[in-house]
C-alpha cells in the first residue's frame, strides 16, 4: 500500500495503584504529577520516574515512584515507590539515566522542613536488572544541615557517574553549583566541588550536565536575578575546569539543558524560567565543542524545554504553553545546528484545567531504539497526569518497525476527500479530532467499528493533525490534504 503511513502519539496517564501492576486510562490514585524523567534502556525496557502530590497546591507528602514498561510503553507496571516518612516529607526533582552497560541509576532530593533549617539530601538507587528491583546505591550529599536543589546527573562507562547541582552556602545563605563524580555506581561519591563563579554574583540557578565528543563533559547554569547564563566544560572527567563562558541578553532566574551528542562537537544550551512559568526560552549554540556560543529567543512564550541532538546533528526541541484557554505542546527542529528552526508544530493541544500548582522544572526527551521520539510530560491540561507522547522525527512520512504493527493504518497519504482509518484488530472504538498546526480544532468525531472513514471534503487544502483516541492511547498523524 503506497504512502501508508504508522505516525502516532501513545499517551498514558498517571492512573498506576502505588504498588502491583496497572495499565490503561482508570485513575486509580488522585495524587498529581509535578516533576519526571525518563530513560529506554539496552533490553528496550522504558523507565520512567515521577514525583506526585496528593495536594492541589503544594509538594509536601511528595513521592517518586518508577514505571516500567517492557511493550514500547503500551503498559506500566510500578516497580519502586519513595514515600513521605516522618523525617523526608518531600522526595523531589527525581532524575533517572543510564551507563553503557546497563546499569540504571535514579537521583532525587530527599528533604526534612521539621529542621530550623530545611535540610536537601541527595540520595542515589541503582537496578542492575532492567529495572525490575531498586536497591540504595549511596547518597552524593548526605550533609544533614544543608540543602541542595536540582540535581542533574550523567552516567558513562562502568558505573562512572557525574552530578551537578545547587547548593546553599551555610555562611551566607546563597546557592552555589557543585559537582560531584562516582566512579563505583554510586557507592561513593568525591566531596563537592564548587564550579567556577563570577565574584560579584551569589545566586546560581538551573545547572545542567552532560557530554559531547572527545569526552567532554559541559554544565551550564544561570543567575537568580542576572541577565546571564555561564557555561564551563572539563577534559578530564571533571578533575579540571574551564573558565566560565558568559552568555548574555536572557531573563533572569534561567534553568538550563545543555542538548548535546557524545559523537558531535556542536552543542546547545536550553534556557527559560522554572515552574511552568511562561517565558521566553533562548538557545544558544557552539559549533566549536563550547568555545564560543551563538544565542537567539526561539519561542516566545512558554516553559519546560527539552532538546535532543540526534545522531545527523540535528536539534529536536519541545516545550508546553499554557494561554488563557489551552495546553499546547509544540515541536521545532534545526538542521543547520541551531542557526535557524522550523516552524512550530503543535502535537497536543487540550482545554486547560484550573490547576492551581504549577511547580517544576522538566520532563523527558528519548529518540528511542524504534526511531520515534518518545516525550513523557506532566499535562497541565488534564489535572496533571503524567503522560508519554511518540511521534516520528521532524513529523516525517511513516516508519516501519515491528515494534509498530499494531497501529492505526492511515492512508491514502496525501489525502484528498477521505481518509481510511483502520484499528488494530483488538481495537474498535475510537474518537478523532483534526487539527490545525497551530492547535486549533477544525473537526471531530467517533467511531464503533474497527475500520471506517472521516470525510475531509470540507477541510481546506494545507498540512494538518490527526488526533485517534483508541482505548489507551492516542494516535496522531500529520497529513495533507490536496
Not at 513521605?84 to 532524575?95: C, G, H, L, R
Not at 558505573?159 to 563505583?184: A, E, H, P, Q, V
Given at each position: 500500500?503506497?504512502?501508508?503511513?504508522?505516525?502516532?502519539?501513545?499517551?498514558?496517564?498517571?492512573?498506576?495503584?502505588?504498588?502491583?501492576?496497572?495499565?490503561?486510562?482508570?485513575?486509580?490514585?488522585?495524587?498529581?504529577?509535578?516533576?519526571?524523567?525518563?530513560?529506554?534502556?539496552?533490553?528496550?525496557?522504558?523507565?520512567?520516574?515521577?514525583?506526585?502530590?496528593?495536594?492541589?497546591?503544594?509538594?509536601?507528602?511528595?513521592?517518586?515512584?518508577?514505571?516500567?514498561?517492557?511493550?514500547?510503553?503500551?503498559?506500566?507496571?510500578?516497580?519502586?515507590?519513595?514515600?513521605?516518612?516522618?523525617?523526608?516529607?518531600?522526595?523531589?526533582?527525581?532524575?533517572?539515566?543510564?551507563?553503557?552497560?546497563?546499569?540504571?541509576?535514579?537521583?532525587?532530593?530527599?528533604?526534612?522542613?521539621?529542621?530550623?533549617?530545611?535540610?536537601?539530601?541527595l540520595w542515589c538507587y541503582k537496578s542492575t536488572d532492567d529495572g525490575l528491583t531498586?536497591?540504595?546505591?549511596?547518597?552524593?550529599?548526605?550533609?544533614?544541615?544543608?540543602?541542595?536543589?536540582?540535581?542533574?546527573?550523567?552516567?558513562?562507562?562502568?558505573?562512572?557517574?557525574?552530578?551537578?547541582?545547587?547548593?546553599?552556602?551555610?555562611?551566607?545563605?546563597?546557592?552555589?553549583?557543585?559537582?560531584?563524580?562516582?566512579?563505583?555506581?554510586?557507592?561513593?561519591?568525591?566531596?563537592?566541588?564548587?564550579?567556577?563563579?563570577?565574584?560579584?554574583?551569589?545566586?546560581?540557578?538551573?545547572?545542567?550536565?552532560?557530554?559531547?565528543?572527545?569526552?567532554?563533559?559541559?554544565?551550564?547554569?544561570?543567575?537568580?536575578?542576572?541577565?546571564?547564563?555561564?557555561?564551563?566544560?572539563?577534559?578530564?572527567?571533571?578533575q579540571t575546569w574551564s573558565d566560565l563562558h558568559t552568555i548574555k541578553g536572557l531573563?533572569?532566574?534561567?534553568?538550563?539543558?545543555?542538548?548535546?551528542?557524545?559523537?558531535?562537537?556542536?552543542?546547545?544550551?536550553?534556557?527559560?524560567?522554572?515552574?511552568?512559568?511562561?517565558?521566553?526560552?533562548?538557545?544558544?549554540?557552539?559549533?566549536?565543542?563550547?568555545?564560543?556560543?551563538?544565542?537567539?529567543?526561539?519561542?516566545?512564550?512558554?516553559?519546560?524545554?527539552?532538546?535532543?541532538?540526534?545522531?545527523?546533528?540535528?536539534?529536536?526541541?519541545?516545550?508546553?504553553?499554557?494561554?488563557?484557554?489551552?495546553?499546547?505542546?509544540?515541536?521545532?527542529?534545526?538542521?543547520?545546528?541551531?542557526?535557524?528552526?522550523?516552524?512550530?508544530?503543535?502535537?497536543?493541544?487540550?482545554?486547560?484545567?484550573?490547576?492551581?500548582?504549577?511547580?517544576?522544572?522538566?520532563?523527558?526527551?528519548?529518540?528511542?531504539?524504534?526511531?520515534?521520539?518518545?516525550?513523557?510530560?506532566?499535562?497541565?491540561?488534564?489535572?496533571?497526569?503524567?503522560?508519554?507522547?511518540?511521534?516520528?522525527?521532524?513529523?516525517?512520512?511513516?516508519?516501519?518497525?515491528?515494534?509498530?504493527?499494531?497501529?492505526?493504518?492511515?492512508?491514502?497519504?496525501?489525502?484528498?476527500?477521505?481518509?481510511?482509518?483502520?484499528?488494530?484488530?483488538?481495537?474498535?472504538?475510537?474518537?478523532?479530532?483534526?487539527?490545525?498546526?497551530?492547535?486549533?480544532?477544525?473537526?471531530?468525531?467517533?467511531?464503533?467499528?474497527?475500520?471506517?472513514?472521516?470525510?475531509?471534503?470540507?477541510?481546506?487544502?494545507?498540512?494538518?493533525?490527526?488526533?485517534?483516541?483508541?482505548?489507551?492511547?492516542?494516535?496522531?498523524?500529520?497529513?495533507?490534504?490536496?
Open positions: 500500500m503506497k504512502n501508508l503511513q504508522r505516525v502516532f502519539v501513545l499517551l498514558f496517564l498517571y492512573s498506576f495503584p502505588l504498588y502491583g501492576q496497572s495499565s490503561g486510562v482508570i485513575r486509580l490514585t488522585e495524587r498529581r504529577a509535578i516533576e519526571l524523567d525518563a530513560v529506554q534502556t539496552k533490553k528496550n525496557t522504558f523507565l520512567a520516574t515521577v514525583m506526585t502530590t496528593g495536594l492541589e497546591t503544594a509538594p509536601i507528602d511528595s513521592e517518586t515512584l518508577i514505571f516500567r514498561s517492557s511493550d514500547m510503553g503500551k503498559s506500566w507496571n510500578t516497580v519502586f515507590v519513595l514515600s513521605a516518612t516522618s523525617k523526608f516529607e518531600q522526595n523531589a526533582d527525581p532524575v533517572i539515566t543510564m551507563d553503557s552497560i546497563g546499569n540504571i541509576y535514579l537521583v532525587l532530593m530527599r528533604i526534612d522542613r521539621k529542621t530550623s533549617i530545611p535540610n536537601a539530601q531498586w536497591n540504595l546505591a549511596g547518597k552524593p550529599f548526605s550533609d544533614e544541615t544543608g540543602f541542595t536543589d536540582y540535581p542533574q546527573i550523567y552516567a558513562e562507562g562502568n558505573g562512572r557517574l557525574f552530578i551537578s547541582y545547587m547548593m546553599r552556602d551555610k555562611t551566607t545563605s546563597s546557592f552555589l553549583i557543585n559537582f560531584s563524580k562516582s566512579d563505583d555506581g554510586g557507592g561513593s561519591w568525591t566531596a563537592p566541588e564548587l564550579l567556577p563563579s563570577v565574584s560579584n554574583s551569589k545566586w546560581y540557578v538551573g545547572a545542567d550536565i552532560s557530554q559531547s565528543a572527545d569526552n567532554t563533559l559541559h554544565i551550564a547554569y544561570g543567575e537568580y536575578s542576572g541577565s546571564f547564563i555561564y557555561h564551563t566544560f572539563s577534559n578530564d572527567n571533571g531573563g533572569s532566574f534561567l534553568i538550563n539543558k545543555v542538548v548535546s551528542n557524545k559523537d558531535l562537537n556542536h552543542l546547545g544550551i536550553l534556557s527559560h524560567e522554572p515552574h511552568n512559568v511562561q517565558t521566553p526560552v533562548y538557545f544558544s549554540s557552539s559549533n566549536d565543542n563550547g568555545n564560543t556560543w551563538n544565542t537567539k529567543k526561539v519561542i516566545n512564550s512558554a516553559a519546560y524545554a527539552e532538546g535532543v541532538l540526534d545522531d545527523k546533528g540535528i536539534y529536536h526541541l519541545i516545550y508546553n504553553q499554557i494561554d488563557s484557554s489551552n495546553f499546547n505542546l509544540g515541536y521545532i527542529f534545526s538542521e543547520d545546528k541551531g542557526q535557524t528552526f522550523s516552524k512550530p508544530i503543535i502535537l497536543y493541544s487540550i482545554p486547560k484545567s484550573n490547576i492551581k500548582y504549577s511547580s517544576g522544572e522538566y520532563q523527558s526527551l528519548i529518540l528511542a531504539s524504534d526511531g520515534m521520539f518518545h516525550l513523557t510530560f506532566v499535562d497541565y491540561g488534564d489535572t496533571l497526569k503524567a503522560k508519554q507522547i511518540i511521534f516520528p522525527p521532524k513529523m516525517g512520512s511513516g516508519v516501519s518497525s515491528p515494534a509498530l504493527s499494531t497501529l492505526p493504518l492511515i492512508y491514502p497519504l496525501p489525502a484528498n476527500d477521505v481518509l481510511h482509518i483502520k484499528l488494530d484488530e483488538t481495537e474498535n472504538l475510537c474518537s478523532y479530532q483534526i487539527l490545525d498546526m497551530t492547535g486549533k480544532t477544525i473537526a471531530a468525531g467517533h467511531s464503533s467499528s474497527g475500520a471506517f472513514t472521516v470525510n475531509i471534503a470540507h477541510i481546506p487544502t494545507g498540512t494538518f493533525i490527526l488526533n485517534l483516541n483508541i482505548n489507551n492511547r492516542i494516535v496522531v498523524n500529520k497529513f495533507i490534504k490536496n
